[in-house]
C-alpha cells in the first residue's frame, strides 16, 4: 500500500468533529488546488510536448517516474487514441506553481470516447488542465470521456477538468481506494449524462474540489461495490441536475433495489438552491450519512430525495446557517 493510499484510508476513519460546511478545509490547501497547491511537480523523468512525445514517454516510463509536461504544452487528442499511464508512473504539469496554469491535453472531436486511463495500480494525473470538446447542455448524440481508471489507488489532485459530455473522471469494474481532491471540474453537463466523478462499482474519497456547472458533480451507477466519501468540497450555484447522485436497480434494470454499498458525505459546502443536493435511487447496503454540510437552500426539501433508509443529521441552513439537528426522511 502506498504512503498516499494509506492516508486516503486514515483519514477517511478520522472525520472532523462540529464544524459544518467546507470553510474549515483541515487539508491545509486551498479548495480547487492551484495558486497555494503545496504537492507541485516542476519537472519529470521524460519531458513532453506533444501527444507523440507524451505517447512515447509513458510507453517506457518505470514505476516510479515522472512524464512532465510543460505549462506551455497544448497537446492536442482529437481523433487520437487514449494515453494509457502505466502502474505506479505520474503524468504531471505545475498548475499553481508562480502563476501557472498547467500544461493543456484537450480534444476538439466530439467523438472522444476516452483521453486518458490507468494502466496499473498507484497512477497519479497532477497539476493538468484536461479539456474535453463539449462542454454545453444540449444532447448531442456524440459521447466524450476524459479520465478512466479499473485499478488500484489510483490519484486525480491539483487539476482542472471540464467540457465531457459523459464523465470527466470515471471509477469502473472495481476500481477502489481512489482519490479525487483539490481539483477545479466545471462544465460537464450535457442532458441526460453531464457527470464530475463517476462511480460504477468502484470507491472513491472526493475530497476538497471545487464544482461548477455539472448536471451531477458526482454520480453512482449503484452497482454492488460502489461507495463514496464526499468531504471539504464545494459546489458552486450553477448546475442543471442534482448535485449528489446514486442510483438504484430500477436504473439499471437488474431487478434490485440495491443503490450502492456506501455514502458517507460530510462538511461540503452546497451553494445551489433550486436543485436536490442529493437523490438516492435505492437501498445502499451499508447505509448513507449525510452530516455536518451546510446547504444555502433553506427548502430541507432540497437536502435529499431518497427511495432507502438515509441519515440526515447535524446540517445547517441558509445564510443564517440554521441548525438542523436531524431531518425526518420522507422514502418515495
Sequence with gaps: MSERTAKWEEELLSPAGDTYGAEENPTGIPIGGGLGYGEILTTGNHIATSYVEVDSALRVAEPGEVVFVPADARIDMSGQPELTIPGSVTLASDRGSAGSEGGLIFSDALDTPGMIRTGGDCVRITGLRIRGPFDKRDRVDRTSNGIETTHFGFEIDNCEIWAFSVAATR???????????????????????????????????????????????????????????????????????????????????????????????????????????????????QGIKIHHNWFYSVDTANIVRTFGETHVYQNVLGESREFLEDLEVTYE
Aim: proline residues 1%; negative net charge; glycine residues 14%.
Design 171 to 285: 471509477f469502473s469494474n472495481g476500481a477502489s481506494r481512489g482519490y479525487v481532491h483539490h481539483n477545479f471540474i466545471h462544465h460537464n453537463q450535457r442532458g441526460g449524462l453531464g457527470y464530475g466523478v463517476s462511480i460504477n462499482g468502484g470507491n472513491v474519497l472526493i475530497e476538497a474540489n471545487l464544482f461548477d456547472w455539472c448536471r451531477h458533480h458526482i454520480a453512482s451507477s449503484g452497482a454492488p461495490g460502489s461507495g463514496y466519501e464526499a468531504r471539504y468540497n464545494v459546489c458552486l450555484e450553477n448546475a442543471n441536475g442534482h448535485l449528489f447522485d446514486m442510483h438504484g436497480g430500477r436504473d439499471r434494470g437488474d431487478a434490485t433495489d440495491i443503490a450502492g454499498d456506501w455514502m458517507n458525505i460530510h462538511h461540503n459546502t452546497f451553494q445551489a438552491v433550486e436543485v436536490r443536493s442529493h437523490v438516492i435511487r435505492g437501498v445502499a447496503s
